[in-house]
């Protein structure tokens, strides 16, 4: 995974007014589900319309066991479960859905995913200045940073 190294400039706590360095992902764009049906076509016997509905019962047997409050375990893929965030209060009366701050499904790798990531090589590929720097979209899919230029590509990491 090719990294950027990101100059930037620290607008709140002790460092304010500091020239700081940090790492963004560099996204190359995303695999798209068009892109996955035609693999599964390719490598299966499947007809891209059998992908596309066992695709899409999947997701609707994850969407049901989510909303029942399930942990769903999806094998190789690793598991997806429900989560909540809710205040605290002083009383057994005062806890009701009204306290609940948020609700999120969460995604947990397992097996061959996380130790693909474990043995990721990592690789600094350039130096950007702050005011050049593309979105931060390093934790959403397909990023949003793209590569630039090419100094330090021999800094292997990992």
Same mark, same amino acid.
């Given at each position: ?32 589900? =068009?892109?996955?049906? $035609?693999? *599964?076509? %390719?490598?299966?016997?499947?007809? #891209?319309? +059998? ?5 899409? @019962? ?35 009366? =005062?806890?009701?859905? $009204?306290? *609940?701050? %948020?609700?999120?499904?969460?995604? #947990?790798? +397992? ?5 693909? @990531? ?41």
């Amino acid at each position: 995974m090719d990294l950027q190294l990101v100059k930037t400039k620290m607008g709140v706590g002790p460092k304010k007014g500091q020239e700081q360095y940090t790492l963004k992902r560099v996204s190359y764009g995303n695999i798209t589900s =068009e892109a996955i049906l $035609e693999e *599964i076509q %390719s490598a299966t016997t499947f007809s #891209r319309a +059998d992908a596309d509905a066992i695709i899409h @019962a999947f997701a609707n047997i994850m969407i049901e066991g989510i909303g029942d409050g399930r942990i769903v375990d999806l094998g190789v893929l690793g598991t997806i479960y429900p989560k909540i965030t809710a205040k605290a209060v002083d009383s057994k009366e =005062e806890c009701t859905v $009204e306290t *609940i701050k %948020s609700k999120s499904i969460l995604y #947990r790798p +397992d097996g061959e995913l996380s130790d693909e @990531a474990k043995k990721m090589k990592l690789r600094i590929i350039d130096v950007v200045p702050s005011d050049k720097t593309p979105t931060d979209g390093d934790d959403t899919p397909g990023g949003g940073n793209t590569p630039g230029g090419g100094t330090g590509g021999d800094d292997l990491v990992g």
